[in-house]
């Protein structure tokens, strides 16, 4: 499973990077717009995006543009912006006229906050399923859903939202759905239309 993130200062970008290695995922770690959308031809599972570019190499693309491009091409990316400016009702809305599900963090609260705010949102554990190191486990059983749509759509449970998949996702949440009802899980896969999904508990 792969997480994105896009950081210009290198020694920040090396605490996220351990981080996500402490959880057995894979960091991609860049420093420019411009690495960032190159590497969403395998989209991550979520992406951790400085607002802040000040010290990222000359790019021909902007942040704004790469959370475009997640919210129009990566559904079933969970998506992180911090910044020093997040707390900012104005920039908030700025940035969510661009990806309107996009989670913020702020940079005044240190790194550490962030490091621990990107590994709650990979441990997440959401009715008798959790994730560990990328996959998702059912508890009872111990059976596990390989996809990373399940762990997309874990997060975006967490944090109370649905979750935009594109063609081929959809085909895996169809074989996830599958699989919670064989495993006996008391988590539904439920179907809002539009390509959107969301992760229920049954009564």
Known sequence: MRVLILEDDPVQLAAL????????????????PDLALAELEHAPVLAVVDLDMSLAPRADHSVDDLLDRLYEG????CVLVY?????EI??????????????????SDGMDALVDRVRRMLGVRFGDLFVR??????EPTGR????RVAVSLLLGTATGQEVLLDDSETKAARRLRTWLHRVGSRVRLVDHGH??????LSA
Do not use: N, Q
Not at 83 to 87: C, E, F, I, L, Y
């Open 74 to 77: 990566c559904g079933g990316c």
């Open 90 to 107: 104005l920039e908030r809305k700025r940035v969510e006229r661009i990806h309107p599900l996009a989670m913020f963090a702020a940079k």
């Open 133 to 138: 190191r990328g996959v998702t486990f059912h």
């Open 83 to 87: 910044s020093v400016r997040a707390d």
């Open 144 to 147: 596990t859903f390989g996809h």
């Open 195 to 200: 390509r959107c999904y969301g992760l229920h």
């Open 17 to 32: 990077e351990g981080a996500v290695r402490e959880l057995f995922l894979e960091p991609v770690g860049v420093r420019s």
